[in-house]
């Protein structure tokens, strides 16, 4: 079974400071991952995803992540955010044979 | 507007009721899946539909049952309501029938509190 851990509820930043979001899982065999971002009121929107490849992924909105398999983590990051970034931010992990997993969401709150 | 369109937005019932929430997925997505989003329990798969046919289940309820139509819309029929099943419930689409070699499309929640 595979299981994801955010390590972080809540996240307060200033605006313009850099933020990172920690995401770690757990599975035996090969996965995909994905980052989603649910802002008040809406459902999730799809921010960056990792198939293969390149273990650094660009998404929208500035943000990236970066797949580590040694450490089995998907860490989110944005050098700089604004106010409009304020919203909760899901990490999810797919394998093969398996549903799609999210994490317990970590809510980021930008401060002027 | 992400092409999912869930209603009612919102729906306030008692314990006891049986209540049906309707979804249509985004124009050529054959795949539904439901999600039941609370505080305590978090973001939770309830089952997925791909063209009619049921794909997958997660943590669903026997109260709980849903269905994908011909035309791909689907429902979730919630009954015997109780306190806990009040939540914000998700349906989201994909055009294929693997949940993660597809991006998932999701709908703006339907929130239902049970009285």
């Known amino acids: 079974a595979q299981s994801v851990t955010q390590l972080d509820s809540q996240v307060p930043v200033f605006e313009e400071a850099p933020v990172e979001l920690r995401c770690n899982y757990s599975s035996s065999v090969s996965v995909y991952l994905f980052w989603y971002v649910q802002y008040p009121n809406q459902g999730l929107q799809l921010l960056l995803k990792y198939l293969s490849g390149s273990t650094l992924v660009k998404g929208i909105n500035g943000f990236e992540a970066e797949f580590n398999k040694s450490q089995t983590s998907f860490h989110l990051r944005k050098p700089s955010v604004h106010i409009s970034d304020t919203a909760e931010y899901f990490c999810?992990?797919?394998?093969?044979?398996?549903?799609?997993?999210f994490g317990g969401g970590t809510r980021v709150l930008v401060k002027p | 507007d992400s092409g999912v369109t869930q209603t009612p937005k919102h729906l306030i019932t008692a314990t006891g009721q049986r209540v049906t929430l309707r979804c249509s997925p985004r124009s050529g997505d054959l795949s539904v899946y439901w999600y039941q989003q609370s505080l305590d329990q978090g973001l939770q798969f309830l089952i997925q539909?791909?063209?009619?046919?049921?794909?997958a289940k997660g943590n669903i309820l026997e109260r709980f049952s849903a269905q994908q139509f011909p035309d791909l819309h689907s429902e979730l029929n919630l009954s015997s309501l109780e306190l806990g099943d009040s939540a914000l419930y998700f349906c989201?689409?994909?055009?294929?029938?693997?949940?993660?070699?597809?991006?998932?499309?999701f709908g703006a929640g339907s929130r239902l509190t049970v009285l």
């Open positions: 989201a689409s994909s055009v294929g029938p693997v949940s993660g070699a597809n991006v998932l499309t």
């Open positions: 539909y791909y063209n009619g046919e049921e794909r």
């Open positions: 999810a992990v797919w394998a093969a044979g398996n549903k799609l997993t």
